[in-house]
């Protein structure tokens, strides 16, 4: 009904849930599910750490003096979610009460930023068809 691939860390310090799916007829709250074995499996097997991931463009400012690339990406996080489901995601992990850490993407000035950014979501959907037929 679910499931995701796990990244172990050398040393047992942190291991973490990659490609996570479920479907569509899978009860409600098999991932919260999925999620509490992944750390029972994890605590069992002398883990410390459960890497959630990220919950892309969370958490950015949205006040108007804030860069535009917040300013644009907070609306995308709150509008976007015919492409992706942003909200949704961070609402899962933060259940688990993570400990967010912010990351920092590196690219070109200008329309750089875009390209990459697209670059991005392609290679996590699958593709650019991926990106667009959700």
């Not at 860390?9 to 991932?31: C, T, V, W």
């Amino acid at each position: 009904m679910a499931f995701s691939n796990l990244w172990t860390g050398d040393g047992k310090n942190e291991f973490s849930g990659d490609l996570m799916r479920y479907s569509g007829d899978a009860p409600k709250g098999s991932m919260d599910y999925l999620f509490t074995e992944l750390l029972l499996w994890g605590a069992a097997k002398g883990y410390r750490y459960l890497n959630l991931g990220m919950a892309p463009l969370s958490g950015l400012e949205s006040h108007p003096l804030a860069p535009l690339w917040h300013r644009m990406g907070t609306l995308i996080f709150r509008h976007g979610e015919h492409f992706y489901n942003f909200e949704g995601l961070r609402a899962c992990k933060q259940k688990f009460r993570p400990e967010w850490r912010a990351k920092y993407l590196a690219a070109p000035r200008g329309l750089g930023l875009p390209t990459v950014l697209l670059d991005v979501s392609a290679l996590i959907s699958g593709g650019l068809r991926g990106v667009l037929s959700r």
